[in-house]
C-alpha cells in the first residue's frame, strides 16, 4: 500500500516500512489509520447487505472521520439514503461531490 507523506508529499510504500525513505517522517500510523478506514468501509457493506442500515451508517462516517475516501462518501450516501434520512443525504452528496471535484 501507498500512501503520500504528509511531510515530503511524496509516495511511500508503507509495507514494514515505519519511516518514509525520502525524508524519515513516520509513516505507519498513516498504515494504521488507512488500514482502520478500510476496515470500517467493510462493514459498513457487510451491514447494507444485511439490511442495517443505521449501523451501515455509523460505519461509513467512521471511516470518512478516518480517511476521506470516494467508497465512505458513496456507501453513506446509500445508508443514508436507506434511512430516508433528510439530513445526512445532502451531506453525504457534499461529501461525495467533494471527492470527485479533488481528482
Ligand atoms: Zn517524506
Redesign the pocket.
Known amino acids: 500500500m501507498n500512501v503520500l ?1 504528509p ?2 508529499q ?1 509516495s ?1 510504500r508503507t509495507g514494514h516500512a515505519r519511516r ?1 525513505r ?4 513516520e509513516v505507519a500510523i498513516l498504515r494504521k489509520i488507512h488500514e482502520s478506514a478500510q476496515e470500517s468501509i467493510l462493514l459498513a457493506l457487510k451491514s447494507l447487505r444485511i439490511g442495517h442500515d443505521a449501523i451501515a451508517h455509523d460505519f461509513a462516517h467512521e471511516s470518512w472521520g478516518l480517511r476521506r475516501s470516494r467508497q465512505a462518501a458513496a456507501i453513506g450516501l446509500l445508508a443514508a439514503v436507506a434511512l430516508a434520512d433528510p439530513v445526512e443525504i445532502p451531506r453525504w452528496m457534499r461529501r461525495r461531490r467533494s471527492m470527485l471535484q479533488a481528482e
Open positions: 507523506c511531510v515530503c511524496k511511500v518514509c525520502h525524508c524519515g517522517c
